[in-house]
């Protein structure tokens, strides 16, 4: 496992072939038994291979093509719906509409997705993180027909690949973990740090392509906009409360 962690690449071209079920059933199996707060199980999978169904993810998600050629679509969607009925059911009044419930199962979620993601990975097969879910909330919860209690945090697409890319950089260990306390980063540290990243060639090609003067404008004035950033974070807010997740009484 160790070795499937560590070769971790992102796969964005399938082949057609599907995936078998008893794969598919060992890989929903390993996420469930992701670790959860209060063993709640506060998530839900949403498994789509529907032609139809895909489609309209497909448009959903930026019109991202490995939506649509990708067999299998896993939605992980943060689900305090099933738990609340189940204490209704039992007579205990549920306290779980709020913003710190709606991050626990969002929690409970990624860690589900993650242990979906290794499992594939460790069969062969190969994944990709779609961040837009999160943009693009309000039509995921339209198309999966997600009731109240329910929001879609991540989607993974799986398949077997049919194309094989290199290893993606990282930071070094160094700049990510600290030792005890929070240890500040100084000028001269940042520079160490991104260093390697800033010396790709990949990092020359893309400052050439977007005609920035260094990589970190490419992510401030292309990918990641501060406009970007506040108009979905309104629109997942909005979503999060039409949901149900936003009480503050």
């Known amino acids: 496992m160790i070795n499937t962690i560590l070769q971790h690449r992102s796969i964005r071209k399938f082949k057609t ?26 998530y839900s999978i949403i498994v789509t291979k529907d032609q139809a169904l ?27 719906n099933r738990f609340n009925k189940w204490c209704y059911y039992r007579k205990a009044e549920p306290g779980y509409d709020n913003f710190l419930s709606f991050y626990t199962a969002s929690i409970d979620a990624i860690l589900a997705a ?16 779609l961040g837009t879910t999160t943009y ?25 690949p049919d194309e094989d890319p290199p290893l993606t950089d990282r930071l070094p260990l160094n700049g990510i973990v600290h030792h005890e306390v929070y240890h500040d980063y100084s000028h001269e540290e940042i520079d160490t ?34 406009k970007d ?19 503050n009484e």
């Not at 078998?20 to 929903?28: A, N, S, Y």
């Open 54 to 80: 895909k489609e309209a993810l497909w448009t959903a998600h930026f019109s991202q093509d490995m939506v649509k050629t990708a067999p299998v679509i896993l939605t992980f969607c943060a689900d305090f």
């Open 229 to 247: 950033n506040v108009h979905f974070s309104r629109h997942f807010l909005e979503m999060i409360d039409k949901q149900g997740f936003m009480n």
């Open 193 to 226: 740090i991104y260093l390697e990243k800033e010396s790709l060639e990949e990092t020359a090609r893309l400052i050439e392509i977007n005609k920035t003067e260094n990589l970190a404008q490419i992510f401030t004035d292309k990918r990641y906009t501060k």
């Open 114 to 129: 993650q242990n979906a993601a290794l499992a594939a990975e460790d069969f062969g097969l190969g994944i990709c993180y």
């Open 136 to 160: 693009m909330a309000g039509k995921i919860i339209e198309i999966l027909k997600l009731p109240s209690g329910v929001v879609p945090v991540t989607t993974i697409v799986a398949g077997y």
């Open 17 to 42: 072939t599907d995936i078998p079920e008893h794969i598919l059933e060992k890989i929903l199996e390993a996420a469930s038994r992701a670790s959860t707060t209060g063993n709640m199980q506060v």
